[in-house]
């Protein structure tokens, strides 16, 4: 979809009409609430809707802040916080902690207080918008052309507005399994508000959402049995880190069920009784399904705009975040290009400086940390050793590492951290970075940096490391785990 780029947009206004806003946002998430503050900041007259507050979210219901702050990443990581506790409190006692009597967990107590975090956060993305002169607009905002845009109120009335530019950022939104009884089923959203705690658990999916969940309810002490259909969890990412998590989330006490898929879910007096393909049954208080997100893009009547989407509905854009309308813009998840909060937050960012700053800028895309708040977690920047043989022109290099981190020698836990780095045997450069053990994401955003650096692995074996800390294993893995050729590549997405 390569053009030329127009920043002050094709269409005219018809006989002199002004437009109400240089720029309309529909949906204030982290890419909405960031693409109409800096374009403010560049001097531009805008507004935004969004649906009213809701920790679940429904076609009338949203908030400010979005998927992240309302029921994604911030709820689940206080959650990973509750949860990791058990571990802390099983690990103190080699260290001399006697914890005499029962430990008693509060679930409806750090539910009360991570919905008055959200409720929290609502509220300061509305005052982060409202300092930037934005103009708030409440309710579902849909295309009635390229440069009108109508907000619907649940009571059936509406308002249109005109824009010089559109710019859509509405997310995307959990996706169920079309299978008998999937109405007894929650997904992520549901599950970060249950007003029980589960006792027992099923998961439906592989992913980094189903992982998550999995850790979550076990550290809670909940049974916990995950079924995904591939041999190994978190499809995409390396897979001997993979493997890794595997291991852990059974060390952890959870039931892996791979290459198994749910087939029925019944209603019983005892709780929801689960079918898998391969005729299995249990019974659980609780199915999670966590088995992707589709783009929110469905009621925003894009064809009246033209603006073209694909087979899933996410919305086809150019370099420069421009859809084929050339006055409508999309950034973050409604686009499925790398989603994650801060991509989203990159990609506008990217648009405003492209649109209203004179600085046509194209997100990047690559070296992209990310990490999965498993327990332990796994964090990863650039490539992985199957994706670093599929683009090579030559040999790779692999360094691990794998120890038992200070804490566990002497809690005694049987948790190792793994540790790897991908270098093109050629030009000596760190091509990727993963880490599987406490802290990850951590170490893993500093490692980011040197990767956008362009560093070498000369560049790591210099730099002095800090002791005793599991992060200086990236400065001193001097030994070759193995060195691997394009022709002998291994098995990939298992």
């Known amino acids: ?67 992240c702050v309302i029921r994604g990443c911030v709820p ?37 207080n991570k919905t008055k975090e959200i409720v929290r956060l609502n509220e300061v993305h509305q005052r982060i918008i409202a300092n930037a002169g934005v103009t708030m607009i409440e309710g579902a905002g849909s295309l009635v052309d390229a440069h009108t845009v109508e907000v619907s109120q649940p009571d059936g ?17 959990a996706q169920r399994v079309n299978i008998p009884g999937k109405e007894l089923a929650i997904t992520s959203d549901e599950a970060l508000s249950l007003e029980e705690l589960p006792k027992r658990a099923v998961i439906l999916g592989g992913g980094y959402i189903a992982v998550e969940f999995a850790s979550i309810w076990r550290g809670m002490g909940a049974e916990v049995d995950l079924f995904y259909r591939r041999e190994l969890p978190l499809r995409g990412f390396d897979d001997e880190m993979r493997a890794v998590v595997a291991r852990n989330l059974e060390g952890r006490g959870i039931k892996l069920h791979p290459g198994t898929n749910l087939s029925e879910l019944s209603k019983t007096d005892d709780g929801i009784k689960v079918v898998t393909d391969k005729g299995e049954e249990l019974i659980a208080d609780v199915v999670l399904f966590a088995t992707g997100r589709t783009p929110n893009s469905q009621r925003l009547n894009l064809q009246a705009a033209g603006v073209e989407v ?15 309308a050339p006055s409508v813009w999309a950034v973050g998840d409604v686009t499925n290009r790398i989603n994650l909060t801060p991509v989203a937050l990159m990609e506008a960012t990217c648009f405003t400086k492209t649109v209203f700053g004179g600085q046509p800028v194209k997100p990047d895309h690559r070296d992209v940390p990310c990490a999965v708040f498993s327990i332990p977690p796994l964090s990863v920047v ?54 599987c053990g406490p802290d990850a994401p951590e170490i893993i955003q500093g490692i980011a940096v040197a990767l956008k650096c362009g560093a070498t692995k000369a560049n790591f074996d210099s730099t002095v490391g800090i ?28």
């Open 1 to 67: 979809m390569a053009r030329k780029m127009l920043v002050d947009g094709e269409a005219p206004v018809a006989d002199g009409e002004a437009y109400d806003y240089d720029l309309f946002v529909i949906g204030a998430g982290s890419g909405g609430v960031r693409g109409s503050r800096t374009a403010a900041s560049f001097g531009a007259k805008v507004a935004i809707c969004e649906l009213p507050f809701h920790p679940i979210s429904s076609d009338w219901q949203g908030g400010h802040g979005g998927t």
């Open 76 to 112: 689940k990581k206080i959650l990973v916080y509750g949860s990791s506790f058990r571990g802390e409190f099983e690990d103190s006692k080699n260290f001399g902690w006697e914890i005499n009597g029962d430990i008693n967990f509060n679930w409806k107590k750090l539910l009360e």
């Open 157 to 173: 009335s509406k308002q249109r507005y005109t824009a010089k530019h559109i710019l859509i950022a509405t997310g995307s939104r």
């Open 310 to 324: 694909d087979q899933i509905g996410a919305i086809k854009v150019d370099e420069y975040s421009r859809t084929s």
């Open 382 to 435: 650039g490539l992985s050793e199957q994706q670093a043989l599929e683009e090579a022109k030559g040999d790779i290099l692999v360094f691990t590492s794998s120890f038992n981190p200070m804490k566990n020698s002497i809690s005694k836990r049987q948790e190792k951290t793994i540790m790897k780095l991908v270098v093109d045997a050629e030009t000596d450069r760190v091509l990727g970075a993963s880490m």
């Open 467 to 494: 002791h005793p800390s599991a992060a200086e294993e990236f400065v001193t893995m001097r030994t070759l785990t193995r060195r691997v050729s394009p022709t002998s590549k291994p098995k990939t997405n298992l």
